[in-house]
Structures are given as structure tokens and as C-alpha cells.
């Protein structure tokens, strides 16, 4: 089965435009401006440096959950191991390509006539590329481009998820994007510009904008509706929040229904206690009534059901005890536990007989806990100092606990920091690499990263591969929302970038 991903913007590459830069540096800034996928292009080069190349962008994407594509050669990505092949028509058949890759990669096809889109609905490819929607000097050797009212056709008539291919630019994706299509092909509006990370920011921020501006559209409006309708009702996962409220917006359950929304989930939440807080800290705290939070936990579960947990503030051994039982009776699986304990401005957020039973009673109960290193050195009763500390730190925590753990490391003061998953599940060892953001917009950064988690983990993505989507949201959030001015202190991230 092939694990979700993102279509909206998906990168070209094409070293003759780079002007003689390196493509693997073009393809790292291009996905810190928000490229989605990556489809390595090569035409003229040996297989043995187009495996070479697509060696280093694997190395470099993987890490932030971003697909690696291959154009054409498939013994190409069976050699990387890349997440899949974009073929043509002219290339390796659909039926053979699926056969020597498997179920889990990803296959894209390229439609040129509307007689191929047809035709693309009786093969069980993952997307089809739209080639091309306008003339460019980069797709030469192809029919009559489609143009927007082509677009409204093949919307019309195709089963599959659509990329827009061919002449995708600052000024063309806005109109692309509002007639349907879920993302947009770029090539040398990304690789050839000055700012590769620029260029991909103000185009992703093209398509967020435009994303809902084809309503004009009546008919395909009804057509999208209705499809909207039927992924809610058979498609769209489940992920229940079970935290406090922050008034200021920026954790807490707030927090988690934008990073499970972004995360393309569906946010439930039951909340645990209401906090006055803004940017400069949490002023107040008052919990709800033990029965008004499993009236909404109740509520939730025996209607809408749940495809994943996530549990933050819970502050009384009474809460925690509730909510346990709640799990158990519900026989929720996938919990991803943040043990919230201090908010980001040092407010104890805690009382302390609630830590015991958080270890007795809802820990076995979890999958995985994502405790920052204040919050690690609790639970296992000795100091964490330096980043040498953390894998043995998390697997020690995960061998006491019976749990996954993903230690953050935050509270260091490396200018590269390295949270550390272990898989309690398969004893693997995984290191999410990020450089430092120099910003104060960092509350509700644990929130917003256990609900990411969660939310992949909703989608049925394996324990690692969750992990390391979740630590990619979380970075591009900080680094998308690192010039907010939003109050006078620590700032949110951007959930919505």
C-alpha cells in the first residue's frame, strides 16, 4: 500500500537549467521553501551518475518525509530505493513497472490526450501529470497543450489524483490550482531562480491561497463537493485530542487542531482545563469537572470513533486516571502521549502526584511519549546534559516504560539538534536531524509536533516513518512562522504553511 503523500508542489529537476549549481543544494532549498515531491529528470547522464545523484537527494529528502521520484528509469529506483517512478507513455509498462516495484511505490503517469486520461482509469496509477497544460521549452516533444478548459475535462473524467505539468509559474499556478487539479509540476521557475528556497515559498504560498478559488467553477463545484463529501465520510482518519485550552492560541488544544488539520486528519478534541495564557506565560489554570471531560471523551468515541490519541496537559492523578479508563474501554491503540509538564516559560502545568499515576496508569496504555529533555530527566529521575545523552536516555525510557519514544532536543544549545526515535517496536534507533531557527516563535512547538504524529500515524504510517513526517511538519512550521510578530514573547509556529 502507498503511503500518503502531498502532490501540491512538485519539483522538476533539470541540471542544463541550474546554471551550473549543484542540484542536490537546489533540491535542499527547494524543499526548505515547501516543495512537496521530488522528481529527479535526467537525460543525458550516465546510470551511473544519475544512481549517484539520486543517492544524495534520497539522503537529503527522507529525512523531511518528502518523496523521491525517478523519471522513467526504474532500475534506477530500485537501486536507491526511491518512494517511486513517473513513467510516460512511451515508457516501461504500467502493469510491468507495478511488478518489478511492488504496492508500496508510488507510479505516475504522464496523460497527453484526453483519450490517454480514459484510458489512465482503467490502470491503478497513484496520479496522472497533465502534460502539458501550456506550452514550454522544456516539454517540446509533445501534443496540443491542454489548457484550462482541457483541465476542466479531465476533472471531469478522471479517477485519479492530478498534477498540472508544463508552463507552472508564478504567474500560471494560481489559475491551475482554482480549477481543480490537486498540485502543480514547476521546473525552471524553482531550479532556475536566484533563490531556489524563495521560489518555492512564494509558489506554495500561491497554491494555499488558491486552493478553494475554483467554487466559481459551478460544475466542477458540485463535482468537488461531492468528492469532498465521500473522503470525509470513507477516507478521512480520525485523530482525538485529549489537552488543554490556551487562550493565546499557540498550544495546546488549539495547537493540535491545526497541526491535525495540516496534517490532512480531522481533529476531535476533549478538553482538559482551561489556562489564561498568552506569549509571556501561563497566568491561570483551572481544570474542568472529571464528568464533563469524559462526557466529551464519551461523546467523541461513541459516535465519531478515533483512529489515533493525543493526550498533553493533564494535570491531577484524577484526570489521568479518567482518561485511562476511557482508553481501555474504547481500546484505542495508536496514543501518542506528550507528558506535558512545564509550558515553555518554566509554569509548572503538573501537580505532582499526577506524574506517579501518569507512569502507572496511562504510559502502558501509550505507543509512543514525546518528552522534551526537562521532561525525560523526570521520568527517568537523572539529568540529560549534552546530545551524546539522548539515545541512550530514549532507549532506557522506552525499556522502563514498555513504549516508542521520541526524545526532543530543544532545550540544548547545539546549533544542529538531533532528536532521537526509538522504536520499542523494532529496537531501530532513528536520528531527526534540524539546524537551530534563530526565533522566539517556538510555543506549542511539543503540541504541535505529538499531533502531527498522531495524525500520521492516523494515515497508517509505521512507527519511524511517522516520526520522521511529524519532525519535517514541525521544522518547516518553525521556520515558516520564525518572522511572526505575534505578542511579546514566545510566538506560535506556522501550522499552515
Known amino acids: ?24 543544494w537546489i533540491v535542499r532549498e527547494a524543499a526548505a521553501g515547501g516543495v512537496t515531491m521530488v522528481q529527479l529528470r535526467e537525460k543525458e547522464c550516465s546510470t551511473a551518475e544519475f544512481i ?6 534520497k539522503a537529503a529528502l527522507a529525512p523531511l518525509g518528502i518523496p ?15 518512494d517511486g517512478v513517473h513513467i510516460g507513455q512511451s515508457d516501461m509498462p504500467y502493469a510491468t513497472a507495478r511488478k518489478l516495484l511492488g504496492s508500496d511505490k508510488i507510479i505516475g503517469l504522464s496523460v497527453e490526450t484526453m483519450d ?11 496520479y496522472i501529470g497533465i502534460s502539458p497544460v501550456y506550452a514550454t521549452p522544456t516539454k517540446t516533444d509533445t501534443f496540443a497543450p491542454f489548457g484550462l478548459d482541457g483541465i476542466d475535462e479531465v476533472m471531469r473524467c478522471s479517477r485519479h489524483r492530478c498534477v498540472a505539468i508544463g508552463g507552472m509559474n508564478r504567474d500560471t499556478v494560481g489559475e491551475v490550482i482554482a ?11 524553482i531550479v532556475a531562480a536566484p533563490s531556489p528556497r524563495e521560489a518555492a515559498a512564494e509558489l506554495a504560498g500561491i497554491i494555499r491561497n488558491n486552493r478553494h478559488g475554483h467554487s466559481e467553477h459551478s460544475e466542477y463545484s458540485e463535482l468537488s463537493e461531492n468528492c469532498q463529501l465521500s473522503t470525509v465520510n470513507s477516507q478521512l482518519r480520525r485523530v482525538l485530542t485529549i489537552a488543554g485550552s490556551d487562550s493565546g492560541g499557540g498550544a495546546g488544544i488549539q495547537a493540535d487542531i491545526k497541526s491535525i488539520s495540516a496534517n490532512g486528519c480531522f481533529a476531535t478534541s476533549a478538553i482538559t482545563a482551561i489556562t489564561a495564557q498568552n506569549t509571556l506565560g501561563v497566568n491561570a489554570v483551572e481544570g474542568l469537572s472529571i464528568d464533563i471531560l469524559e462526557g466529551q471523551i464519551e461523546a467523541v468515541l461513541s459516535d465519531i470513533g478515533t483512529d489515533s490519541v493525543k493526550i498533553g496537559m493533564l494535570h491531577s492523578a484524577e484526570v489521568v486516571r479518567s482518561v485511562a479508563r476511557l482508553l481501555r474501554k474504547y481500546g484505542v491503540k495508536d496514543v501518542v502521549l506528550d507528558p506535558v509538564m512545564v509550558s515553555t516559560s518554566g509554569h509548572k502545568l503538573i501537580e505532582d502526584s499526577a506524574i506517579a499515576v501518569l507512569k502507572s496508569d496511562l504510559m502502558p496504555l501509550a505507543r509512543v511519549i514525546t518528552p522534551n529533555i526537562p521532561e525525560a530527566e523526570i521520568l527517568l529521575g ?3 546534559e549534552k546530545q551524546g545523552d539522548l539515545p541512550s536516555a530514549a532507549r532506557r525510557l522506552a525499556q522502563q516504560y514498555g513504549v ?3 526524545l526532543k532536543a530543544g532545550h540544548l544549545v547545539d546549533d544542529e539538534l538531533i532528536d532521537i526515535f526509538y522504536n520499542y517496536e523494532t529496537g531501530e534507533v532513528a536520528e531527526l536531524s534540524a539546524r537551530r531557527v534563530d526565533t522566539p516563535n517556538t510555543h506549542g512547538t511539543g503540541c504541535t509536533l505529538s499531533s ?6 492516523a494515515k497508517g504510517l509505521p512507527l519511524t516513518e511517522a516520526a520522521r513526517a511529524a519532525k519535517a511538519y514541525i521544522n518547516n512550521a518553525i521556520i515558516h512562522g520564525a518572522a511572526y510578530k505575534i505578542g511579546n514573547g514566545h510566538g506560535p509556529v506556522c501550522h499552515f504553511y
Do not use: C, W
Open 1 to 24: 500500500m502507498v503511503k500518503p503523500f502531498d502532490l501540491s508542489l512538485y519539483l522538476v529537476t533539470d541540471r542544463p537549467l541550474s546554471g551550473g549549481r549543484d542540484m542536490a
Open 52 to 57: 549517484q545523484l539520486a543517492r544524495e537527494l
Open 68 to 82: 523521491l521520484i525517478i523519471n522513467d528509469r526504474v532500475d534506477v529506483a530500485l537501486a536507491v530505493d526511491a
Open 116 to 126: 490517454e486520461v480514459i484510458a489512465a482509469n482503467a490502470l491503478d496509477v497513484d
Open 179 to 189: 480549477h481543480g487539479v490537486e498540485g502543480v509540476a514547476v521546473v525552471s521557475a
Open 382 to 384: 537523572e539529568p540529560i
Open 404 to 406: 516508542s519514544v521520541l
Open 452 to 457: 502531527a504524529f498522531a495524525a500520521q500515524l
